[in-house]
């Protein structure tokens, strides 16, 4: 059974930072390329970064780029999210999944950045 599992999501201040986890079990975690993606309140969803199979080409979108900073391991099946100098726009829910999005959504984690 395919199952994603984001953690590490809290409310922080602007400025402030947090690490967000995702354990993943059921697939063969090294064949995929994966992203974290975001839903805002009222928003769709979107990809915030993405990381090759071999965790050698990195993708961020620009409004993260620079603050976010993908990583992965293979032997684990993880992936993380190391988020620096948060803002309130990065207030969201937070999802992994491959990337393009093949495999069932996890429950997500929550991030609220206060001003």
């Known amino acids: 059974q395919v199952q994603l599992v984001e953690s590490g999501g809290g409310l922080v201040q602007a400025g402030g930072s947090l690490r967000l986890s995702c354990a993943t079990s059921?697939?063969?975690?090294?064949?995929?390329?994966m992203g974290w993606y975001r839903q805002a309140p009222g928003k769709e969803r979107e990809l915030v970064a993405r990381?090759?199979?071999?965790?050698?080409?990195?993708f961020y979108v620009d409004s993260v780029a620079g603050r976010f900073t993908i990583s992965r391991n293979n032997g684990k099946k993880t992936t993380n999210l190391q988020m620096n100098s948060l803002k309130p726009e990065d207030t969201a829910v937070y999802y992994c999944?491959?990337?393009?999005?093949?495999?069932?959504w996890g429950q997500g984690t929550q991030v609220t950045v206060s001003s």
């Open positions: 990381i090759s199979s071999g965790g050698g080409t990195t």
């Open positions: 999944n491959s990337h393009p999005t093949y495999l069932p």
């Open positions: 059921g697939i063969l975690f090294s064949r995929y390329d």
